[in-house]
């Protein structure tokens, strides 16, 4: 069992930053990849960034202004120079594996709203 506690949304001026926190507890050794998804009104739910064994990925509107990164049981996003387009619900994401199977855990979510 993998507990995600999500931290560090809020509302931000278009141009600004905002670094959001998660937090995990349990078989944390076993995660693998740790992420950031979004979840915009009327919109599915989209991987922003991930972290796989050191290696990142970004959503393509994202590159150049996002930075994941991960220390052991934290994840973050560092997010500098919001667009009005980023607002949107963000959850963190955790993998577990056992045994070659996996489940899929989630956080509650924080809001980021950038105004214009």
């Known amino acids: 069992q993998v507990q995600l506690v999500e931290s560090g949304g809020g509302l931000v001026q278009a141009g600004g930053s905002l670094r959001l926190s998660c937090t995990a507890s349990g078989s944390i050794f076993s995660i693998n990849p740790m992420g950031w998804y979004r979840q915009a009104p009327g919109k599915q739910r989209d991987l922003v960034a991930s972290v796989t064994g050191g290696i990142t990925n970004y959503q393509d509107s994202v590159k150049g202004r996002f930075t994941i990164s991960r220390d052991n049981a934290k994840l973050y996003l560092q997010m500098n120079n919001l667009k009005p387009e980023d607002t949107a619900i963000y959850y963190c994401?955790?993998?577990?594996?056992?045994?070659?199977?996996?489940?899929?855990?989630w956080g509650q979510g924080t809001q980021v709203t950038v105004s214009s």
């Open positions: 994401h955790a993998r577990l594996w056992r045994g070659g199977l996996f489940d899929d855990y």
